[in-house]
């Protein structure tokens, strides 16, 4: 299981990487295996103004809907439309292909208040321990 | 013995409310404010029920659901479509497992294990379906049907597929509900779907092989009560809680009520779907 020390994460395991103002984000490694076969994938519209841990979307796995949450709060600039046609991306390809959105950030100090990846990990080790 | 859950009956509803107050005992369940419940319901008439991401003007033949007086609802939930008649219906709200992996496959393990002691206790020789590797088939080759195919730790007896469930996962709560029928419906189901007729006639007679209900199977017939009371202990067994009798609270029915009137009884919702349908692909009006 990957955990790129270049990226944060939160503890709904959407994983987040700066680029300037601007804030990519996915869900993990983890997540994809937790989430299986991923067959909907549901962005918010261009100009969507979101808060930090706010819902921006949904994805869905075989029986299940489950939200999105934002790592930071701003305003999504991109979407990655490609994936509602080929939401298996997201399994395929979780940090690389299968990213979600582009939010421009409205308070730049959020995103150093994520996880890094050494702390995500623990987090999983220790989800995992609980089975 | 953990806390209590709260068992309701809310009888027979339409279906925005059914969905509006599964959504709303979500929602008040997520800001700390419900115990975990078991919910049990029916519907005011026959409905069919269609996955969050489904494509109701594209999957469903809306005239004829109107002609046969079956109303068309979409759930907050995933899954593919059901059609409720005949039937008891579940909800479970509940926080993410305390004591295992709060999995989308474990809280079906667990919940399943309380809908197969239910139905185990009327003599229905129920199993849980394995889990295993499989690729999920392209949503445009599969039947639209829930019922048609059978998911990890759903619950199949004599081979059939006899409880239909599907899942909402917020941050903190699940919501599992599903569909039990006494009886099933085969060719009115898969006349509600939009389909050719020759791919019609093979869903139907393949779903006499795959699809079946409680009272299909049941070795003496059983009650609308009987089979709400197993509910209600299998999963008091399964949980090891109390389920007790608490009303719906105001707050509850206030959402729910809200969500009703500007979600699930309107066709921006159930109609033109998800923001997905509605930027890619303008389709047909029926």
Known sequence: MEFPVNLRYTKEHEWARQEGNRVVV???????????????????????TIEAMGTFGVVESV?????LYAPVSGTIVEANTILEDQPELVNASPYG??????????????????????????????????? | MQQPWRFVNTGNGTAAFNMALDEALLLVHEAGAAL???????WCQPTLSLGYAQNTRQEVDLAACQAQGIAVVRRPTGGRAVLHDQEVTYSVVMPLL???????????????????????SLG???CLARPQV?????????????????????LSAAGKKIVGSAQKRAQRTVLQHGSIPFWMDRQGLFQ???????????????????????NEIAPTPVTLPALQDALRQGFSTTFGVELVEVPIAPEEWRLAQHLQATKYSTDTWNLDGTVVWRQRQPVEKV
């Not at chain 2, 007729?197 to 779903?207: D, I, M, P, S, T």
């Open chain 2, 192 to 214: 509600c779907l939009r389909m050719p007729a020759e791919r019609r006639q093979v869903l139907v007679q393949e779903a006499y092989t795959t699809m079946g209900a409680v």
């Open chain 2, 124 to 126: 229905i020789p129920v």
């Open chain 2, 98 to 120: 305390a004591d295992g992996p709060s999995t989308i496959t474990e809280h079906y393990r667990r919940i399943g294990m309380a809908l197969a002691t239910a139905l185990q």
């Open chain 1, 63 to 67: 029986k299940a809907v489950s939200d």
């Open chain 2, 36 to 42: 975990p419940t078991l919910r049990v319901y029916g």
């Open chain 2, 134 to 154: 499989r690729t999920a088939p392209a949503r445009t080759l599969a039947s639209p049907a829930c019922f048609a195919a059978l998911s990890r730790y759903e």
């Open chain 1, 26 to 48: 996915g869900i993990t490694d983890y997540a994809q295996k937790e989430l299986g076969d991923v067959v909907f994938v549901e962005l918010p519209d261009l100009g969507t």
């Open chain 1, 97 to 131: 292909q299968g990213w979600m959105v582009v939010i421009e950030a409205a308070n730049p100090e959020e995103f150093q208040q994520l996880l890094t990846a050494a702390e995500y990990q623990a987090y999983v080790v220790q989800e995992k321990s609980s089975r």
